[in-house]
């Protein structure tokens, strides 16, 4: 299933307007970084280029394949695992679920960032102190704890920190 097209794209925008005349002879593959087709199709997408490109626009192709397969590669790699947490502490208790272990708040900062929450670092080690050092009454959902520089959650036995 080959469709001419004026730029190559992926999903989440269009990427790396092409020349008009390589778009005059170019077939772009649908590619779908999900399920990594650009990494099974790789040598069959160098001979339709190899194939449809005049060579003196295949570097400029070739370029632009790298870079969708760099893009590829990190959208792979990308965590969404808590991007859906609206709330700072809840994206705190998920990591603890996760994890299981205490950890500093540098660490909780930097996973739950990796993990795709959005919110800024700032908000995050606010929620943690706010869930340490705050009454009971506000707490009471999610008690956390600080014990020997790293956090956890209250429940926690102290031999764990």
Do not use: C
């Not at 993990?115 to 700032?122: T, V, W």
């Not at 956390?144 to 959650?153: E, F, P, Q, Y």
């Amino acid at each position: 299933m080959h469709s001419t097209a004026e730029t190559i794209s992926i999903p989440f925008g269009t990427l790396f307007p092409l020349s008009a005349e390589i778009r005059k002879t170019v077939s772009v593959m649908p590619i779908n970084p999900i399920e990594n087709v650009l990494v099974d199709q790789k040598s069959r997408i160098k001979q339709l280029i190899s194939d449809r490109v005049p060579i003196e626009h295949r570097q400029e192709v070739m370029d632009a394949l790298r870079d969708y397969e760099r893009i590829i590669e990190f959208l792979g790699k990308a965590s969404t695992e808590y991007a859906d947490h609206d709330r700072a502490i809840d994206a705190i208790r998920a990591f603890f679920t996760v994890h299981r272990r205490p950890a500093t708040e540098e660490q909780i900062v930097e996973t739950l960032r990796a993990g795709g929450f959005r919110k800024a670092p700032g908000q995050i080690t606010a929620a943690i102190n706010v869930h340490i050092n705050a009454p009971e009454k506000i707490r009471k959902n999610y008690p956390l704890k600080k014990v020997n520089g790293k956090v956890g959650l209250e429940s926690w036995p102290d031999v764990m920190f």
